[in-house]
């Protein structure tokens, strides 16, 4: 059992994996055979009853559908660059006539496929930039925004008042000159 194997399985213990070494039929030499047996036909029914898959929460979130999309095409173009980049190679061992149109291509191919690996980080960066700000409490940010929407709030406020005193032709004053 390779070591991918066991990080699937985390609930499987350490008996079962020499267990399932040393084959279904191996006694176990410290465990009298009648309650080997029963525990045999123990394992047999939770095998029957167990489900053919477990759900397991993903270790890292979902790309986005314009990334994943974007990430799709960069692997099919990138891809057939390498299979054409193959075959004009091929070709060249060859000396065939399609050596020198395949390499041509080759070299266009390997030129898209640098823009669609391009394309993948840009629509990246776009979709972080737009949706993937995460606004947390404790960000200095925040606070700076806060702050800022809180002097324009005051200067608002206090620009709006001075409109009133005008619009009274000064009836607000103190002093009149």
């Not at 960069?74 to 020198?100: K, N, P």
């Not at 200067?155 to 103190?174: C, D, K, N, P, V």
Request: proline content about 5%.
């Amino acid at each position: 059992m390779g070591t991918a194997e066991r990080r699937e399985a985390p609930e499987e213990n350490v008996a079962d994996r020499w267990a399932m070494r040393r084959g279904r039929g191996a006694l176990d030499r410290d465990i009298p055979a009648r309650e080997h047996i029963r525990g045999s036909n123990e394992r047999q029914r939770q095998a029957r009853n167990r489900p053919l898959w477990v759900d397991e929460p993903a270790r890292r979130r979902r790309m986005p559908d314009p990334v994943r999309t974007a990430a799709v095409r960069a692997v099919l173009i990138t891809s057939v660059t390498l299979i054409q980049a193959m075959i004009a190679f091929l070709c060249t061992m060859a000396g065939s006539w399609l050596a020198f149109p395949m390499v041509i291509g080759s070299v266009v191919s390997t030129v898209v496929a640098t823009w669609a690996v391009v394309d993948v980080w840009v629509t990246r960066q776009v979709w972080n930039q737009r949706y993937g700000v995460v606004s947390e409490p404790s960000s200095t940010a925040r606070a700076l925004r806060r702050e800022r929407r809180a002097r324009r709030r005051e200067e608002r406020s206090a620009r709006r008042e001075q409109e009133r005193i005008r619009r009274r032709g000064g009836a607000g004053r103190l002093s009149h000159p």
